[in-house]
């Protein structure tokens, strides 16, 4: 056994450690193990290294180490120190050395935090045995900017080439299997099956066995896309066939249809023709006819001439006698006119006459309605003075009347200073509302802020958000203070602030209920946590209350450091809560800084009384040695805020609703004031009204007598003036004679006028009659030669207009006979000057020769073709292009078929080739892991789970434990078993492939932490067992603390890690003279 002391983060000095052999390129993918005597002398005398182990790890500038050098031995290496010292350290410079993402380690996104604080670089050299020549690997990181510089056996490099490097060695540091670091240590028992299986794979199995699982994968992939195919194909094709089927039918009746539609289309052809030959036969008949018409007309316009000649004479003696009867006619019409004249003035005459009688005698009936008139006023003002009398011996009514006004001033002065009042209560009432408003939606607006916080804390561990429903149902059940979690009842002050007090306190404690009594709590934890089975933290507060401890210094004594408030005054939390946290997370003496806090940080952990403190972006935790009281420090980055960012005023939302309650019992009162008023308000208006009604009574009484007098006074004056008025009867009578005298004068004058105009139209009417008599004889003379005339030309005129018929006829015929010629030719496809082709011939001979025959055939091949309905071209074109689609995919679907019986015939033959090592593979692992189970009186039990043979994707390893001899085995998961159970089975498991041997190294980080003494020493000398064996590979056992009285081996390697000022540097470490100086001082006591 080597026991090795590795010093810690403070040597300053650094030594070049290279090995000065020749290093090669060569890769090799079978695992050798080589004894490192021959090969390298940093094997050690007795180690034996596997290909890829690593020999040694310096470290410069990198997380807790100015300079350190690690040499570990080819089998079990235990790394041994407390915490803080930088264990785990060494596991993050393992896996970012060789080309490991930060993500494997959980700790920081960019490579950049792993710089030694205060340091712009830091640098990683791994040396990895290889037979045919060691390989080292570089790493420098520059913080500034998160990147890499890579070396590969002294020559500068990148990343994918030093990745291939690492894979040809079989390194893998992201598979669990191979590489667990202390933040992945919980994950190994969330891995899936399906992962674990990959990861063993990788991990032990054969350098081909994860390529077959890939390939079997990808094969069943592609079988499943081609059977796929095969089903859609045949599904088209039975789809298609059928389709085909239903349209046979459609087809045949398309043929059918169109059989009938030739038919048509040949007698459409031929009845042009017929057409043609009939009009044609027409034409000829029409000018026969014609020509005979003609010789008719001729002779009958011949003997028409001397009854014309004698006709022509008698109208050249009636034309002077026509003239003087019309000059007869136009004086008659003169002489009428003037006659009507005269007579239109007579009848004006005789209506003036009557105007002025009529006018006379409404003057008479005027003047006889006005005596009437007068004498009525007289008895209405004898009526009115005797009325007067009665009045005036009432007594006076204005006392009352004053006494009446009183009162309604004062009603008025009472309504006026309701209304005032209710006017007052209504604007109160109205801003009280608009307050009420604005504090509900305060209070909404904080309900949905703490929502939004449950619902995070839901999402995050839905048991405490169970629990916190079941309290809020049951709170009465508790007599003291009961908080909710810590994480609603907090309320940040600045939101900016969250992430210092989420990255302070942890998390179960923020997800923590708070009681002021422990009964309280015991009654919670009994209800939530054994009876429904939740998990949840609970927590007691301090009995003597800690929230108003002073801080150890004033803040304004670190203003200069840019220190600007402490941790209490950024939040707002119950008293109970806030003594809590300055109990246990020193809340009230933790400051926070600023950028010029993290400037001056050399300076700041100088000073006394700080422990813990917050920059801008990282918290500091300093630490002073008990011995030399030197200083050593720890800075981790402050991640965002998740839950406490939604700031929440818990007393300010009681006061919110406090308010509420108040305004509410406000608006109550105000509106039974309202409702009092109303009433009094509603009495005052019906006494308003009776004195109302009493006032105009007390006013009608006294003022009818002045009323009276001004009547009287009124109908004398009117009187008067219809005296004065009066109408003189006499004058208007002789005026009304003197005016239908003149008129009778100019009616006669008027008369004597139209006598006259009488009598000249008299004479001429009878020279009128004179002048007919004598043209009477020669119009029966003319009346006798214009019938017989007529007689003639109605024979002329009917054989004219029937030579006309005839000879538009015969042109209309020659029009019709040259388009029919036309368009038959144009139907049959002809030329002009073409003869009626032969075939047309014999097809029209076969059909009837008549119009009406042909009409008839046509109208019935017609109604046959129209019985064919929802038929085209594309039904038939569709069927074809059906059927030869059929046939191709009948074709396609023979050789997709003949595929995929060789694509089978292909995947049972890599199936054979993967799954028989595979399961002998697993055989092994479940030998191994059952023996180590068994040898510490527990059973397990690993093996290949699937539930379909063919779903290559879905196999995996399902691994089952029993650690109580009452219970059954169960399958390991994150939740069924403990902690130490889970740690206990991933170790054993990872010590079933250790002996497998397929990995050059496995590295294990704290996986004892979790388990009972009594199987941490079972697992541990397990451990010693396996990874000390011959021709194993190396084992990285990273630990905190080790049981008392282990039993070691000679084979292992004991790395101590210490930390402080007073280590020395690694050239100057001599563990021989250490070992000389501890055998002298024991023999000498």
């Known amino acids: 056994m080597r026991v090795l002391w590795s010093p810690g983060s403070c040597i300053n000095t650094m030594t070049d450690m290279r090995t000065k052999q020749g290093l090669s390129h060569a890769q090799k993918t079978s695992q050798t193990l080589v004894c490192s005597g021959s090969q390298t002398s940093d094997a050690g005398p007795d180690g034996c290294f596997v290909e890829g182990a690593i020999l040694r790890i310096a470290m410069k500038n990198f997380l807790t180490y100015d300079y350190a050098v690690v040499r570990p031995g080819p089998n079990l290496n235990m790394i041994v120190g407390a915490n803080g010292t930088g264990k785990s350290s060494i596991v993050c410079a393992i896996c970012l050395g060789l080309a490991g993402k930060t993500s494997v380690l959980s700790r920081g996104?960019?490579?950049?935090?792993?710089?030694?604080?205060?340091?712009?670089?830091?640098?990683?050299?791994?040396?990895?045995?290889?037979?045919?020549?060691?390989?080292?690997?570089?790493?420098?990181?520059i913080m500034e900017n998160n990147q890499s510089v890579w070396t590969l056996n002294g020559k500068h490099s990148n990343q994918k080439t030093v990745e291939e490097a690492v894979k040809a060695l079989r390194i893998q540091v992201s598979n669990l299997c191979q590489f667990l670091p202390q933040e992945k240590v919980g994950e190994f028992a969330k891995m899936s099956k399906i992962e674990l299986l990959e990861a063993t794979e990788k991990s032990v199995g054969p350098p081909e066995m994860y390529e077959y699982h890939c390939e079997l994968k990808n094969f069943r992939t592609k079988e499943r896309e081609l059977e796929n195919v095969i089903k859609e194909r045949n599904s088209y094709l039975e789809k298609s066939k059928q389709r085909n089927e239903r349209n046979k039918?459609?087809?045949?009746?398309?043929?059918?249809?169109?059989?009938?539609?030739?038919?048509?289309?040949?007698?459409?052809?031929?009845?042009?023709?017929?057409?043609?030959?009939?009009?044609?036969?027409?034409?000829?008949?029409?000018?026969?006819?014609?020509?005979?018409?003609?010789?008719?007309?001729?002779?009958?316009?011949?003997?028409?001439?001397?009854?014309?000649?004698?006709?022509?004479?008698?109208?050249?003696?009636?034309?002077?006698?026509?003239?003087?009867?019309?000059?007869?006619?136009?004086?008659?019409?003169?002489?009428?006119?003037?006659?009507?004249?005269?007579?239109?003035?007579?009848?004006?005459?005789?209506?003036?006459?009557?105007?002025?009688?009529?006018?006379?005698?409404?003057?008479?009936?005027?003047?006889?309605?006005?005596?009437?008139?007068?004498?009525?006023?007289?008895?209405?003002?004898?009526?009115?003075?005797?009325?007067?009398?009665?009045?005036?011996?009432?007594?006076?009514?204005?006392?009352?009347?004053?006494?009446?006004?009183?009162?309604?001033?004062?009603?008025?002065?009472?309504?006026?200073?309701?209304?005032?009042?209710?006017?007052?209560?209504?604007?109160?009432?109205?801003?009280?509302?608009?307050?009420?408003?604005?504090?509900?939606?305060?209070?909404?607006?904080?309900?949905?802020?703490?929502?939004?916080?449950?619902?995070?804390?839901?999402?995050?561990?839905?048991?405490?958000?169970?629990?916190?429903?079941?309290?809020?149902?049951?709170?009465?059940l508790f007599s003291g203070n009961v908080h909710e979690p810590i994480m609603l009842v907090i309320n940040m002050r600045d939101h900016r602030f969250a992430k210092y007090v989420e990255t302070h306190i942890s998390f179960n404690d923020l997800r923590a209920f708070v009681f002021q009594r422990k009964d309280d709590m015991e009654k919670f934890m009994m209800e939530v946590r054994d009876k429904l089975n939740l998990r949840v933290n609970s927590i007691f507060a301090p009995l003597e209350s800690c929230s108003g401890r002073p801080p150890s210094r004033n803040i304004e004594s670190l203003r200069r450091f840019g220190f600007f408030t402490f941790l209490r005054e950024m939040f707002d939390a119950p008293d109970e809560v806030m003594s809590y946290l300055c109990h246990q997370y020193k809340v009230h003496d933790v400051p926070v800084g600023n950028e010029q806090t993290k400037a001056m940080i050399k300076t700041v952990i100088e000073e006394p009384y700080l422990k813990v403190l917050y920059t801008t972006d990282e918290r500091y935790t300093i630490k002073r040695s008990f011995y030399s009281k030197k200083i050593n420090t720890s800075n981790t980055s402050i991640y965002p805020s998740q839950y406490l960012n939604i700031t929440v005023d818990a007393e300010g939302k009681q006061q919110v609703e406090q308010q509420i309650k108040v305004i509410q019992s406000r608006l109550r009162d105000i509106d039974e004031i309202l409702k009092t008023m109303q009433k009094e308000a509603s009495s005052l208006d019906r006494r308003d009204n009776e004195l109302l009604s009493e006032k105009k009574e007390l006013l009608e009484l006294n003022g009818k007598k002045r009323q009276l007098q001004q009547k009287i006074n009124t109908k004398q004056d009117r009187l008067r003036q219809m005296e004065q008025g009066g109408i003189d009867l006499k004058n208007i009578q002789e005026e009304t004679?003197?005016?239908?005298?003149?008129?009778?004068?100019?009616?006669?004058?008027?008369?004597?006028?139209?006598?006259?105009?009488?009598?000249?139209?008299?004479?001429?009417?009878?020279?009128?009659?004179?002048?007919?008599?004598?043209?009477?004889?020669?119009?029966?003379?003319?009346t006798k030669l214009e019938n017989d005339c007529r007689e003639g030309a109605s024979g002329l005129k009917g054989t004219d207009q029937k030579y006309s018929c005839l000879e538009e006829r015969k042109v209309l015929l020659t029009e019709q006979c040259k388009g029919l010629l036309k368009r038959a030719k144009s139907i049959c496809t002809m030329k002009p000057d073409e003869a009626l082709p032969q075939h047309l011939k014999t097809a029209f001979s076969k059909l009837p020769d008549t119009l009406d025959e042909l009409d008839a055939m046509l109208n019935e091949e017609r109604s046959r073709a129209e019985c064919f309905t929802g038929l085209s071209k594309t039904v038939v074109h569709e069927y074809k292009k059906r059927e030869q689609e059929i046939k191709q995919l009948e074709q396609e679907l023979n050789e997709k078929n003949v595929a995929l019986t060789a694509f089978r015939q292909n995947i049972s033959e890599a199936k054979e080739r993967w799954i028989n090592p595979l399961k002998q593979l697993v055989e092994q692992i479940n030998s191994k892991f059952s023996d180590f189970f068994c040898s510490m009186q527990c059973a397990g039990e690993v093996d290949l789970h699937f539930e379909n043979e063919e779903e290559y994707d879905k196999y995996g390893i399902c691994i089952r434990v029993k650690f109580h001899n009452s219970s059954n085995l169960h399958e390991l998961t994150a939740s069924h078993q403990s902690g130490g159970e889970r740690s206990v089975s991933t170790m054993l498991y990872l010590m079933a492939l250790q002996e497998l041997n397929r990995c050059p190294f496995r590295v294990v980080d704290e996986i004892n932490q979790g388990m009972d003494p009594v199987n941490e020493r079972r697992v541990f000398d397990i451990v010693v067992r396996t990874a000390c064996k011959e021709r194993t590979s190396q084992y990285f056992f990273i630990t905190p603390k080790l049981l008392q009285n282990l039993k070691y081996a000679e084979q292992m390697t004991i790395l101590c890690v210490h930390n402080g000022a007073h280590m020395l540097p690694p050239n100057q470490w001599d563990e021989t003279a250490f070992i000389r100086r501890c055998l002298r001082r024991k023999a000498r006591n």
């Open 737 to 782: 004679k003197e005016k239908i005298a003149a008129a009778n004068s100019r009616k006669t004058s008027v008369v004597a006028g139209l006598m006259a105009q009488m009598k000249l139209r008299a004479k001429l009417t009878m020279d009128k009659v004179y002048l007919a008599l004598e043209s009477v004889g020669l119009f029966a003379e003319k």
């Open 109 to 141: 996104e960019k490579v950049g935090g792993y710089v030694k604080h205060g340091c712009n670089k830091g640098s990683i050299e791994i040396e990895l045995f290889r037979s045919d020549g060691n390989v080292v690997i570089n790493r420098e990181i």
């Open 249 to 476: 039918h459609d087809v045949n009746r398309y043929y059918e249809k169109k059989r009938h539609l030739d038919v048509i289309e040949l007698l459409e052809k031929k009845k042009p023709w017929v057409e043609y030959e009939t009009t044609r036969k027409d034409l000829e008949d029409v000018k026969k006819e014609r020509d005979h018409v003609k010789k008719q007309l001729t002779a009958l316009k011949q003997a028409q001439v001397p009854m014309l000649t004698k006709l022509q004479s008698i109208e050249e003696q009636l034309k002077p006698t026509e003239t003087q009867m019309k000059e007869k006619s136009s004086a008659i019409k003169d002489a009428s006119l003037s006659c009507k004249q005269k007579q239109d003035q007579l009848d004006r005459i005789h209506k003036e006459i009557e105007h002025i009688k009529q006018t006379f005698k409404m003057k008479q009936t005027e003047e006889e309605d006005q005596r009437k008139r007068i004498s009525n006023a007289k008895l209405t003002i004898e009526d009115l003075k005797a009325e007067l009398a009665k009045v005036a011996d009432q007594p006076d009514l204005s006392p009352k009347i004053n006494a009446v006004n009183t009162e309604l001033r004062h009603i008025q002065v009472e309504k006026a200073r309701i209304e005032g009042e209710k006017a007052q209560l209504r604007r109160e009432k109205d801003n009280l509302f608009a307050e009420l408003k604005m504090l509900e939606r305060k209070l909404s607006d904080l309900n949905n802020m703490m929502n939004a916080k449950e619902e995070k804390l839901r999402g995050r561990h839905n048991d405490t958000y169970k629990a916190l429903q079941w309290f809020r149902q049951n709170r009465s």
